[in-house]
C-alpha cells in the first residue's frame, strides 16, 4: 500500500484525477479499451469533474459502479445517478455505463442478468474505491449477509449484499477488485485516516477495506 498525502482537497481531487486518467490513456493504448469503476457518493465527485473533461478516447471505456443500491436510477440513492451527473458528461459522456441494477424486484432476481453482463468488461483496469468510517469499501459491509461469500477466493464477481441499517445493494466482491490492474482509494479527513490505519491491524471480516489494501494508492488529505 502506498499513501499519498495532498496538502489541501482541491490538490487531492486534481492529483487522483490526473493519475487516473494517465493509467487510462496507457490501457487504451496498449489493448484499445479500459475498464473503469468508481463509486457513487459526493466524495469523488470533484475528481469525475476534472476527469470527464479529459480526452480519451472514452468511447472505449466501460464505467463500472464498485457497488449499487437496490432502488431505481433515477432515485437521488442511485450511485449510478450520480455517476451520470458527475463522470459522464463532457468528454466522457461517450464513455459505456455497465449498471449493477436491473428492474427486479430484489438483486438476486437481477444477479446472473448482470453478471452476464459485467463478465465481458473484467478485469477492470483502473478501480477506484472509497472507504467509509466504519471501514466497509464498495458495498463491503462488516456485519453484511453475505460478507463471508464476498470475501472468499472464489466468490462469483457480483453478489447481493444486506448489512443492518442499509438498503438490500449489488456489490462487487473482493476478488474481482482485488484483481484490478490498478487501485486507488479516495479518502478525506482524519476520522478515516485514523480508520485506515485501524483497518491496517485487523482482518477483512471485521475491516472489509483490508481485503484491498495491499496493493492500492490511498489518496487522502484533510
Same mark, same amino acid.
Not at 48 to 62: I, K, N, P, R, T
Not at 130 to 139: E, F, Q, R, V, Y
Given at each position: ?116 453482463? +459485467? ?9 477506484? +474505491? ?12 462488516? %456485519? ?44 478525506? %479527513? ?33
Amino acid at each position: 500500500m502506498e499513501i499519498c498525502a495532498y496538502p489541501d482537497r482541491d490538490m487531492l481531487m486534481l492529483g487522483l484525477a490526473d493519475r487516473i486518467a494517465g493509467q487510462l490513456a496507457d490501457f487504451l493504448r496498449r489493448l484499445g479499451r479500459a475498464t473503469l469503476s468508481v463509486p457513487g457518493g459526493n466524495t469523488p465527485g470533484p475528481a469525475f469533474d476534472v476527469l470527464s473533461g479529459v480526452d480519451l478516447d472514452w468511447e472505449h471505456v466501460a464505467v463500472v459502479p464498485n457497488d449499487e443500491r437496490w432502488v431505481p436510477q433515477d432515485s437521488p440513492q442511485s450511485n449510478a445517478r450520480l455517476i451520470r451527473q458527475r463522470l459522464l458528461v463532457n468528454r466522457a459522456a461517450a464513455a459505456r455505463l455497465i449498471p449493477l441494477y436491473t428492474d427486479t424486484p430484489t438483486p438476486d432476481d437481477g444477479l446472473d442478468t448482470l453478471t452476464e453482463g +459485467l463478465r465481458d468488461h473484467l478485469p477492470i483496469s483502473v478501480l477506484l +474505491l472509497g472507504m467509509g468510517a466504519d471501514m466497509h469499501t464498495a458495498s463491503l459491509f462488516a %456485519g453484511g449477509d453475505r460478507l463471508a461469500e464476498a470475501l472468499a477466493p472464489d466468490a462469483p464477481p457480483l453478489l447481493p449484499m444486506r448489512a443492518p441499517g442499509q438498503v438490500a445493494r449489488m456489490t462487487l466482491t473482493a476478488p474481482v477488485l482485488r484483481a484490478a490492474m490498478r487501485t486507488h482509494i479516495l479518502i478525506t %479527513g482524519p476520522e478515516k485516516r485514523a480508520a485506515l490505519e485501524q483497518a491496517m491491524a485487523l482482518p477483512p471480516e471485521q475491516a472489509p477495506v483490508r481485503a484491498v489494501l495491499q496493493n492500492a494508492t490511498v489518496h487522502w488529505a484533510e
